[in-house]
């Protein structure tokens, strides 16, 4: 399968953990994008890398969450001090131009 | 500020019928307009996409019309399927590379 993959596929932690998901883009898309999405909503951006530069972040990305793309390849998304507010699903999308991206499966975050 | 307004929420339409969702914008930057299909547990799939300059895009039984003056355009699925069946969600992109998306359609073909 050469789309969008991401592990894991479902995390269930408790408050106040840290948790980190990896996203691996489609072979040399230079683009990836992470996303989040709750029940019933549209996905929703929360930040943008093309290579290895992280070129936007959303005001919806504070200061407990990084994500990095060290080699312009796979990109990771951490959540430092999980509350229950960040239970969602975090999708990650890939592209070779500004305009088509191919997300991948997701991974559902439940926090208790 | 919800930027790309969608409607309606849900839809039931017969087997064979036509299924049509419809969506609103409010940006003039918005130069990129895709639809994604999304079936419960998975992700968002590309399903078809329009640039303003053109008002209507035919891919299959799927087809997107766009109207620039009104800020508008919908999806029209021809000859629906019970595989039709998931949420569909209208988007559209600007220079930043964010895509905005609407709310969802929830659509339920019926034999």
Sequence with gaps: ?112 | QQQVKQSPQSLIVQKGGISIINCAYENTAFDYFPWYQQFPGKGPALLIAIRPDVSEKKEGRFTISFNKSAKQFSLHIMDSQPGDSATYFCAALKGNEKLTFGTGTRLTIIP
Aim: glycine share 8%; with cysteine; charged share 25%.
């Design chain 1, 1 to 112: 399968d050469t789309g969008v993959s991401q592990d894991p596929r479902h995390k269930i932690t408790k408050r106040g953990q840290n948790v980190t998901f990896r996203c691996d883009p489609i072979s040399e898309h230079n683009r990836l994008y992470w996303y989040r999405q709750t029940l019933g909503q549209g996905p929703e951006f929360l930040t943008y890398f093309q290579n290895e530069a992280q070129l936007e972040k959303s005001r919806l990305l504070s200061d407990r969450f990084s994500a990095e793309r060290p080699k312009g390849s796979f990109s990771t998304l951490e959540i430092q001090r999980t509350e229950q507010g960040d239970s969602a699903m975090y999708l990650c999308a890939s592209s070779s131009t500004r305009y088509e991206q191919y997300f991948g499966p997701g991974t559902r975050l439940t926090v208790t």
